[in-house]
């Protein structure tokens, strides 16, 4: 069983399209994230949903839309695709609370390449 | 901003070896950090965390130690085992409730048998 699973893995696509990559997690946490690995490998966070209502947006540019139709469901669209939105995306969870560890569930990534 | 940097890109160690991975920090909030790491075509997992309250924090072949003064932190992996190779993040937990963790660029360990 997977715990955080996204889809799809891989994405080619040309400039000026729009994608989305969907992702899931079957842990019951209730807080969601989208990370971004860009080219220098760092991993960044770009938003975060706890129970349906977005947490944190870090600054990132209003072509990318994060949609939440429930806690278990955090799904990622990008309009108009430009060649910097090629990286590879990570999906994770985590339940916070008091006993809060700051542990994370990554998913598997999901690489977008944009030509 | 919080910032959390890995200086060495990489590290090649040999089997049963120790493995030292260090990680430098700039305005932590509450000085909580995680280690995670990856595999290649994976997502990070989570390795081992440390806390303000304590210097050092252990869990089986891995211990990670905290030099708040230094604002330093390192993981050492002993003995170092061919599956230990990976790329190794740290990551700044920055104290809030929301999980947002600030990472470094990551380490590439390797270990030869």
């Known amino acids: 069983d997977t715990a955080v699973s996204q889809t799809p893995k891989y994405l080619v696509t040309q400039m000026g399209n729009d994608k989305s990559i969907k992702c899931e997690q079957n842990?019951?946490?209730?807080?969601m994230y989208w990370y971004k690995q860009d080219s220098k490998k760092f991993l960044k966070i770009m938003f975060s949903?706890?129970?349906?209502?977005?947490?944190i947006n870090e600054t990132v540019p209003n072509r990318f839309s994060p949609k939440s139709p429930d806690k278990a469901h955090l799904n990622l669209h990008i309009n108009s695709l430009e060649l910097g939105d090629s990286a590879v995306y990570f999906c994770a969870s985590s339940q916070v609370g008091r006993e809060n560890t700051g542990e994370l569930f990554f998913g598997e990534g999901s690489r977008l390449t944009v030509l | 901003d919080q910032q959390v940097k890995q200086n060495s890109p990489s590290l090649s160690v040999q089997e049963g070896r120790i493995s030292i991975l260090n990680c430098d920090y700039t305005?932590?909030?509450?000085?909580?950090f995680l280690w995670y790491k990856k595999y290649p075509a994976e997502g990070p997992t989570f390795l081992i965390s440390i806390s303000s309250i304590k210097d050092k924090n252990e869990d089986g072949r891995f211990t990670v130690f905290l030099n708040k003064s230094a604002k330093h932190l390192s993981l050492h992996i002993v003995p170092s085992q061919p599956g230990d190779s990976a790329v190794y993040f740290c990551a700044d937990a920055g104290g809030t409730s929301y999980g947002k963790l600030t990472f470094g660029q990551g380490t590439i360990l390797t270990v030869h048998p």
């Open positions: 305005n932590s909030m509450f000085d909580y």
């Open positions: 842990l019951g946490h209730d807080t």
């Open positions: 949903y706890n129970n349906k209502e977005l947490i």
